[in-house]
Structure formats: C-alpha cells, structure tokens
C-alpha cells in the first residue's frame, strides 16, 4: 500500500511536467505561426498598395493622355473648318473669274467701241489679276492648314503609341507584382 501511494505522486507530476512541456512547445508554434502570419499579411498590404498606386498613377496619366487627344482633335477641327472656308472663297473668286470672262465676251462684241471695250477688257484682267491672287492665297493656306493637320495626325500618332506602351506596361507589372502571391507560401490561397 504504502509503495503504491508514493508512486502514484510522482507518476502525476512526470504527466503535468509532459503536458507543461507540451503545452509550452505548443504556444512556441502558435507564436511562430502568428509572427509569419503578420508577415505575410504585412506583405499583402505592401503588394496590394503598390498594386494600386502603379493603377492609380497610370489611370491619371492615361486620362492625361486622353485630354491632351482631344485637344489635338480641337486644333485640328479647327484647321479644317479654316480649309472649309478657304475652299468657299476659292469657289466665290472662281465664279467672279467667270463672270469676269463673260464681261470680256460681251465687250468684245462690240467692235465699234473697241477703245472703250479695250480699257474694260483691261480693267476685267486687272480685276483678275486680283482674284487669282485671291486663289494663290487661298491656296497658300489650304497648303498650311494640310501642313497643321498632318503634324496633329502625327502627334496624335504618337501619344497613342505612348498610351498603348503604358498600358502594356501596365499589365506586365501587374503580373509581376502577382508572383509573389502566387508562388509563396500562400501561393494555393489565390484565385489563379
């Protein structure tokens, strides 16, 4: 009775000493556990924000991109109401050339005031002379207007070409940005 009495205390504090040490080992790995958790989680934050800064700094610049687009788009209709309305001076300096022509036919038919039909023959040429170089300036600016159009095409061209780079861009570094989450040790957590 008395043997079996004293083993039974120190049978208890070996299973408490077991369960103590277990108990400790345990609280080891949830700490750990915990600590690689704020981790991973604090790396989430950091991705995620990066993440949306690089969209947030790229959905600005396309906009900027968009508003400068449509301000070449003003200029440019600008220029072609310009070339529209040097088109119709041009056509109203032709029908004055026609009538001009007409004027010296009919002062050509009359042979006995050829004097007088000479010196309006001249002033018709004079006046002429004055609408064709209504037409070459007409001209001159139809040809810079073409000139202004083509340089806003090319610019057009161009920030397209940018705003085309910077989405691509874009789109690689957000792939870039998503290995880490998707070969981690959270890698089966992410939707792929």
Not at 91 to 107: C, W
Not at 142 to 162: A, C, P, Q, Y
């Amino acid at each position: 009775m008395t043997n079996e009495t004293s083993i039974a205390p120190r049978d208890s504090t070996d299973v408490f000493e077991t369960i103590a040490t277990a108990m400790s080992e345990f609280r080891a790995e949830m700490e750990y556990s915990d600590k690689l958790g704020s981790r991973i989680a604090a790396k989430t934050r950091l991705i995620m924000r990066v993440v949306f800064t690089t969209l947030i700094i790229s959905s600005i610049y396309l906009v900027y991109l968009i508003y400068v687009m449509a301000s070449n788009m003003t200029v440019m209709t600008t220029h072609l109401e310009d070339m529209y309305s040097n088109f119709g001076s041009m056509s109203d300096n032709m029908s004055e050339i026609t009538r001009t022509v007409g004027s010296m036919g009919r002062s050509i038919n009359g042979m006995p005031e050829i004097a007088q039909s000479m010196s309006e023959i001249d002033a018709d040429v004079i006046a002429m002379k004055g609408f064709v170089n209504d037409i070459n300036t007409s001209i001159a600016a139809i040809d810079s207007d073409m000139v202004k159009i083509n340089l806003n095409m090319l610019e057009m061209t161009g920030r397209l070409s940018n705003m085309n780079r910077s989405v691509r861009s874009m789109s690689y570094d957000v792939n870039q940005m998503a290995v880490p989450m998707n070969t981690g040790p959270m890698s089966g957590f992410w939707p792929k």
